[in-house]
């Protein structure tokens, strides 16, 4: 029971570079979103999907993009790399909204150097 | 600044000892959730509580959602060594379309 796949584990990038963090689900939620961890700040939300072609921005959006082609997949990119992103990141998903538990996976550590 | 307050930041205590941890806001949120999170990994549920005024327990962990859904507490008893970790609330806006987190309280349980 894989749950969420979140990879890379870990990424090392230069400022200006772009990248894809993938995150998988094989629970067959509806719900997905894409969080930021920083130290003192907790998790902050970044874009979510409440359903395949259907995606939102959540509370720190710039600077990323998603797209929800299928059920299973929710790639989050980094359009053009700045040290201000330099965090963890987790994919979340669920089967729905509110009061819905949600299951993560275990993150993307990313450095932009 | 955090929708979500949470107290304190750090907790260091001895195992055996009673603590009791705070979310709060000035916002009314429809649910509210807590978790918690190990190095390395993601958070993962420990309970939702929906109704205001709402208790519930898990264990040696004791939940209550404020009775104006803007608050909640967890109260550990005789903490142990493995409730050594980040706790977060997560409270779930009206709209049900996003989750808003706290920044965490970071708990060590000394044996």
């Known amino acids: 029971n894989a749950g969420v796949t979140q990879t890379p584990k870990f990424q090392v990038l230069k400022t200006g570079q772009s990248m894809t963090l993938q995150c998988a689900q094989d629970?067959?939620?509806?719900?997905m979103s894409w969080y930021r961890q920083d130290p003192g700040m907790g998790l902050r939300l970044i874009h979510y999907?409440?359903?395949?072609?259907?995606?939102d921005q959540g509370e720190v959006p710039n600077g990323y993009n998603v797209s929800r082609s299928t059920t299973e997949d929710f790639p989050l990119r980094l359009l053009s790399a700045a040290p201000s992103q330099t965090s963890v990141y987790f994919c979340?998903?669920?089967?729905?909204?509110?009061?819905?538990?949600?299951?993560f996976g275990d993150g993307t550590r990313l450095s932009i150097l | 600044t955090q929708l979500l307050e949470q107290s304190p930041q750090f907790l260091s205590i001895q195992e055996g000892e009673n603590l009791t941890v705070y979310c709060n806001s000035s916002?009314?949120?429809?649910?509210l959730q807590w978790y918690r999170q190990e190095p390395g990994e993601g958070p993962v549920l420990l309970v939702t509580?929906?109704?205001?005024?709402e208790v519930k327990k898990l264990k040696r962990l004791t939940f209550q959602f404020g009775d104006a859904r803007k608050d909640s507490s967890l109260h550990i008893t005789a903490a142990q060594p493995g409730d050594t970790g980040l706790y977060l609330c997560?409270?779930?806006?009206?709209?049900?379309?996003?989750?808003?987190f706290g920044a965490g309280t970071r708990l060590t349980v000394k044996p």
């Open positions: 999907s409440v359903g395949a072609g259907i995606t």
């Open positions: 629970m067959n939620h509806e719900y």
């Open positions: 509580v929906v109704t205001g005024g």
């Open positions: 916002s009314v949120f429809s649910s």
């Open positions: 979340a998903s669920s089967t729905g909204t509110g009061n819905q538990p949600q299951h």
């Open positions: 997560a409270g779930a806006s009206w709209n049900n379309n996003d989750m808003r």
